[in-house]
């Protein structure tokens, strides 16, 4: 009878072994998920950080072209009016 029970308790600890392996199985595979999913949004971040960059120093560029573009064509105006102005 004691027997028995040993081997029915062992047969328990066995089947409580594997389930545990499996739990742990199952949390390996979501941690990789999820740092696999954190990598991808990071990335996705650092392209849509480096498209504002790209937009803001397209914009400073030409916000600076039609700032020239005014100071040239005012300065032609005085000097077309007969001031001797130099930008």
Known sequence: MLEGKQLELSKHLKELSQRNDQVLIIIVMLHHLLYVEVINLFWRLMQ?????RRKYEKEKVEISSMEKEKVCGFSEMLLLDGFNFQP
């Open 48 to 52: 849509a950080i480096n498209e504002i």
